[in-house]
């Protein structure tokens, strides 16, 4: 029981002190501050119809524990689904696997260190809504209990899944990062979809939402008199606040059979993990390849006493960028297994066989996300190998090897596209074909900004999800790629961006290889 809790412990220890930990929670509180809208901001988080709610203790602890509930479900995975990666490069997970930890216990104490790193940051944004409750409410008294209760009921049961979750994904898809991140990105998008087709039968809602949102609904029904309403929004909704009317939300009273829901869906996590715990390779990984018969002779050494010098080929130096930037293009390319590009050829084609604005606003952001684990380490790459002192000491690292770098994946990108911007260049929108290349151009400095920033891949992860997830849904404020109807101002914004991205990319960079 004591490595246990120790396992816990220093798992939990080791996540929190990181720096990508640190810019994670800056993120997360600067998110959470835009939970509930300041009063005159021009948008807002959840509206029924045309009606929002009132100021008071219950708006604010509903709103965000609901908006807790899924922007940490949303990234909460891609920020713990490496717990078990990390033993097994690090080697302490061969050290736990010759201890009596049985897989269960070793599981089970991943999941609860991955719910205390998704824990710390619910606490955090607590806090913020506390806080900014005393700067925004109506005049109404601070109840305690009504920012308590929905946390405890809504949030924490669906943080806790996801931990679940995480562990599972890891344990039969460790070797394949990117199938991990489509996968939950696929199944996210299936709980949400299956949330607003089960508006009567809340015991299946994970996320624990529709319950709450059920019942805002049939308050403004009786206030309006009318038997449905319509554009019940959980999100970012620009515009038409001033005009919105306000009623009164108190809370409500969760059924006993909701709450009982909420506690076998934990349960039921907990049995998946106990099922998976059988399936754990308990990192005996090597020993099952090298059971393998192997079928390659080993080579036999080769002598050479004499060797003449003259005789060797000249060494000729070229310092274009060419041959890097054919080196980044390929690490790309070869990046991954041969049958996800399977499914790119799919994606390409749907961008040809589908109408403009279906290929441009839903299977366009798609297919660039499902290059997340090729772009999410190509300025970390040599961080992780641990070559950084060979590239970096090269000749112009700079100019030619980041260059490169950012050239490449633009490159990727524009590839990938290329039958959609080639449809618009015949249809004569010369704007959304621009805008698809300063998408390009922003996600590649993204990736690679994030990376030499962190020293890691995890938060353009997360970051990609969001955004992503986000344009699936129409967010205008988070369109990188013109899928929607923007005037000037909005290249001008994108074009802005790029550049404090290429600029700053390049500072820190810079200020690396002068530290090193």
Not at 339 to 360: C, D, E, V
Not at 490 to 516: C, D, E, G, P
């Amino acid at each position: 029981m004591k490595s246990f809790f120790t396992i816990i412990k220093l798992d939990y220890l080791q996540r929190t002190r990181s720096y990508a930990f640190l810019i994670t929670l800056c993120a997360s509180l600067a998110i959470a501050y835009t939970f509930i809208p300041e009063p005159n901001a021009n948008y807002s988080t959840i509206r029924i119809a045309n009606y929002i709610g009132t100021y008071n203790a219950a708006w604010f602890g509903y709103v965000t524990a609901i908006m807790s509930s899924l922007f940490l479900s949303l990234i909460g995975f891609y920020l713990i689904n490496n717990s078990i990666k990390t033993d097994l490069e690090t080697k302490v997970g061969q050290i736990i696997a010759s201890t009596k930890i049985e897989n269960f216990n070793y599981l089970f104490s991943k999941v609860l260190s991955n719910f205390l790193v998704l824990l710390a940051i619910l606490c955090t944004i607590f806090i913020m809504s506390s806080i900014l409750f005393f700067f925004y409410n109506d005049g109404f008294p601070f109840e305690i209990l009504h920012f308590i209760k929905p946390y405890f009921i809504i949030t924490i049961p669906a943080l806790f899944i996801i931990s679940c979750i995480a562990v599972i994904f890891e344990v039969f898809l460790g070797k394949y990062s990117v199938l991990q991140n489509i996968g939950f990105f696929f199944l996210f998008s299936l709980l949400m979809l299956s949330n607003k087709k089960n508006q009567n039968n809340f015991s299946l809602d994970i996320l624990g939402t529709e319950i709450v949102m059920h019942h805002m609904e049939n308050q403004v029904r009786k206030i309006t008199n009318a038997k449905k309403t319509k554009e019940l929004s959980i999100g970012y909704v620009l515009g038409n606040v001033k005009e919105a009317k306000k009623f009164q939300f108190d809370g409500i009273t969760f059924p006993i059979t909701f709450i009982l829901s909420r506690l076998a869906w934990i349960l039921f996590s907990i049995g998946a993990i106990a099922i998976t715990s059988l399936f754990f390779h308990r990192f005996n990984l090597k020993e099952k390849s090298s059971n393998k018969p192997s079928k390659i002779k080993p080579k036999q050494k080769t002598l050479y006493k004499d060797i003449t010098l003259l005789n060797l080929p000249m060494v000729k130096s070229n310092y274009k960028i060419f041959p890097l930037l054919k080196t980044e293009f390929l690490l790309l390319i070869r990046k991954g297994k041969t049958w996800l590009w399977l499914i790119n050829f799919a994606g390409i084609i749907s961008l040809l066989l589908t109408p403009l604005q279906i290929a441009h606003q839903f299977i366009l952001p798609i297919l660039w996300f499902l290059q997340v684990g090729r772009l999410s380490d190509v300025s970390t790459k040599e961080i992780e190998n641990d070559i950084y002192y060979f590239s970096f000491s090269s000749y112009k690292p700079l100019s030619r090897l980041l260059f490169s770098q950012i050239l490449a994946s633009v490159f990727l990108l524009l590839l990938l596209a290329s039958p959609l911007y080639i449809c618009l260049i015949i249809h004569g929108d010369f704007i959304a074909f621009s805008s698809i290349i300063l998408g390009a151009i922003f996600i590649a400095l993204i990736a690679i900004f994030l990376g030499i920033l962190t020293k890691g891949k995890k938060l353009f992860e997360v970051l990609f999800f969001m955004i992503t997830y986000a344009n699936i849904n129409r967010i205008p404020f988070v369109d990188y790629f013109g899928a929607l109807t923007h005037n000037s101002i909005y290249i001008a914004k994108l074009l802005i961006t790029i550049t404090l991205l290429i600029v700053f990319s390049f500072l820190i960079r810079k200020r690396m290889i002068r530290n090193l």
